[in-house]
């Protein structure tokens, strides 16, 4: 099979979870036998030597010249004789490429991202959606006292894009079977018979570790932001922890502006100790391997990474109940934690029960890693290799 993964950013492993998820993915069709390139349209300063899995080519879309990209897409898909694309997102580029597409080639879109985003915690939310522009400032306000009249601008937007991808697509793919209830939910209309689901996997399908080496750590991992990833929620979550378990710490891995404005200074003017800011890292597996919690506390989010590669490595999963993605991740109670949307105190004494009990701990450890093979690199491609055998 020949296969062509489409996205606005070129598919570098260690840059994002799109990335990764699909670099994944790709390493396994390549072993099956298959060929895979890769293809964007948005300029990117790549490495000269950097070793991409598969190979990688660049649609030059920075002029208008619209003849110009379908020449180059068109000549892409008949040097490779490509019979599936996979679009990796639904901006106007993508559907604009897909709409040239000849018919016989598959085309399958995925949402990466939680259908109708955050529209349920829009009030919690809104407040630390950044930037001082007058656009931002009236958002932040709205979503804020006026919920109930954001949502439905949101919806109807996030309707008329998905109908849109749709038109140019075979098949409309999200992460979860709880994902499709809600685009049906939100879209009642939609052409259910295009709809779709196939989670992520796990990138580190070999992963190990070993209980003994565990040490007493709550870790962050990823982008590093309140709006919405919520990060000024988990400092306040350990520096309850911190209280009374002086032999424990904090570590934050990841990049952000948000930290040298906002949480490094809440940190000091707090006189939270042990919380420790790594930095961006291209291999975080050594802090898997070390921790003992992989803490999530966003307001919302599609398939939250850091909670499946945490839980490779028999980290305990702590994430807020505020997405359906972590409801398909976590089985609450048996192999990690659901706290109720956004109750700081309750996930700190979710963490500290499983401290004061470490032999619960270890088996809850011991089923996060076998609920990773639900996710394995081998069932996820199966499944995809079944998806485009039915259209």
Request: with cysteine.
């Amino acid at each position: 099979m020949k296969i062509m993964f489409l996205c606005f950013i070129p598919i570098m492993r260690d840059v994002g979870g799109i990335q990764k998820v699909t670099d994944s993915l790709a390493g396994e069709f390549m072993r099956r036998g298959h060929d895979v390139i890769f293809v964007h349209y948005e300029w990117r300063d790549i490495p000269p030597d950097y070793p991409f899995t598969a190979p990688q080519h660049y649609i030059d879309t920075r002029n208008d010249d619209r003849k110009q990209w379908v020449e180059t897409y068109l000549q892409l898909l008949r040097q490779q004789g490509t019979e599936v694309v996979i679009n990796l997102n639904s901006s106007e580029k993508s559907y604009f490429l897909l709409s040239q597409t000849p018919r016989d080639v598959k085309r399958i879109t995925t949402n990466h991202l939680q259908p109708f985003a955050g529209l349920d915690h829009l009030r919690e939310s809104s407040p630390l959606i950044p930037g001082r522009t007058l656009k931002r400032r009236l958002n932040r306000l709205t979503g804020t006292y006026l919920p109930f009249v954001m949502r439905p601008v949101y919806a109807r937007r996030e309707r008329a894009n998905i109908d849109k991808m749709l038109r140019v697509s075979d098949r409309y793919c999200v992460l979860c079977a709880e994902y499709i209830e809600r685009v049906i939910h939100f879209h009642p209309n939609v052409d259910k018979s295009k709809l779709c689901f196939i989670p992520n996997p796990t990138p580190y399908p070999d992963a190990t570790f070993d209980s003994a080496n565990k040490q007493n750590i709550l870790l962050y991992v990823g982008r590093l932001s309140n709006y919405p990833k919520n990060l000024i929620a988990f400092v306040r979550v350990w520096h309850r922890l911190s209280k009374a378990n002086p032999d424990w710490k904090a570590v934050i891995v990841g990049e952000g502006g948000v930290v040298d404005r906002v949480i490094k200074p809440y940190v000091k003017s707090q006189q939270i100790p042990r919380i420790h800011f790594e930095g961006f890292q291209q291999d975080v597996t050594s802090y898997y391997k070390s921790a003992k919690f992989v803490c999530v506390t966003s307001f919302f989010e599609a398939w939250n990474m850091s909670l499946i590669e945490g839980m490779s490595f028999g980290c305990v999963p702590v994430a807020f109940d505020s997405y359906e993605g972590a409801r398909a991740i976590i089985s609450h109670e048996k192999d990690g934690i659901l706290v109720k949307p956004f109750d700081e105190e309750l996930m700190a004494s979710a963490i500290q029960r499983l401290i004061d009990h470490p032999e619960k701990m270890r088996q809850m450890s011991q089923n996060a890693k076998e609920k990773t093979n639900t996710f394995s690199l081998q069932s996820v491609a199966d499944r995809w290799e079944s998806l485009i055998n039915t259209i």
